[in-house]
């Protein structure tokens, strides 16, 4: 994974919002599920086009608090899929967040910002990772609470591949 260049951050910021821009496919519906994906569309403000992603959220075994949410979306007219996390507050930055798929080979994204609802982190979903979510079961984010110590989410990767293939 690459990281998007720097006018791209501002976007990004939307997108921990809950808004990543890119052209909606006329099917996609908000609410609309790929099994264990869910797809998120709005109006973008800027260019009042109306703009989907899909995403998951990771809950505590409980239910009663969010680990992280997973979003992936093309913003801006770049034609690249972005990878956007919102992780809880209250976490350790500098650590950022480990994941891995299906046990395979470990990666790390670097925690940008924090906003009042969470910190996020924004990174291009290359080639490798993109093929791992398609053909994975599990993928596994771990970060460090500062009070509660490692924590893991688990994210299904149920559904990613036709969620995904409707982004586009």
Known sequence: MTKPNVP??????????GVLVNPAHAALETGQKFKAWTVQCEQDAASKAEVCHIYQTAASKDGKNQLLRLGIGYPGNQGKPVVIIL???????????????DGGEPGRIPL??????????????????????????????????????????????NGFSAGFAALK
């Open 8 to 17: 791209l951050f501002f976007l990004f910021i939307l997108a921990a919002l």
């Open 87 to 101: 992780a809880p507050l209250g976490i350790a930055l500098q650590a950022g967040i480990a994941f891995r798929v």
């Open 112 to 157: 940008e910002t924090c906003f009042p609802n969470g910190c996020t982190s924004a990174v291009e979903l290359d080639d490798k990772l993109l093929a791992a979510f398609k053909n994975g079961v599990t993928a596994e984010f771990q970060y460090v609470d500062v009070v509660r110590g490692p924590v893991t989410a688990s994210i299904s990767l």
